[in-house]
């Protein structure tokens, strides 16, 4: 009973410190500024970034160039993507705040996902 106990305590652990993780490196990715050249390349307007804009700017990411330094990084939010989407599925017909924070964080996926492209576009321009 103690080691089930202490299973269920450290799968707990280990989902906030994940959860943890994962907004905070939205958070940063969220201060990046985008170019004019990812408008361009992607088709989307840089402004009006939402959540349905997350599979193409990702269809993008893994075509173009590798610099080699986010791939752990863009799994991790992919998955993190997933798990909102699956939230707002399950709760928004029941709750209006799950809804808006859930597609926040999606939207917020999405800028994770034109900055990484961003990133990878300049990094073949130089």
């Excluded at 994962?22 to 990046?32: A, H, M, S």
């Excluded at 590798?66 to 709760?91: C, H």
């Excluded at 029941?94 to 859930?102: E, F, K």
Aim: hydrophobic share 45%.
């Amino acid at each position: 009973m103690i080691t089930v106990l202490v299973l269920v305590f450290t799968l707990f652990a280990l989902g906030q410190f994940s959860m943890a993780y994962c907004r905070t490196l939205l958070q940063t990715y969220t201060k990046v500024e985008l170019s004019t050249q990812l408008a361009e390349v992607s088709g989307v307007t840089v402004e009006e970034l939402g959540p349905s804009d997350f599979g193409h700017l990702m269809e993008l990411v893994r075509v173009a160039p590798d610099p080699g330094d986010d791939a752990s990084e863009i799994r991790t939010i992919n998955i993190y993507y997933r798990i909102a989407s699956m939230v707002r599925w399950i709760l928004a017909p029941v709750s209006q705040t799950a809804a808006r924070w859930a597609e926040s964080e999606l939207s917020r996926c999405a800028h994770f996902a034109a900055v990484s492209l961003d990133r990878r576009l300049i990094h073949t321009t130089q």
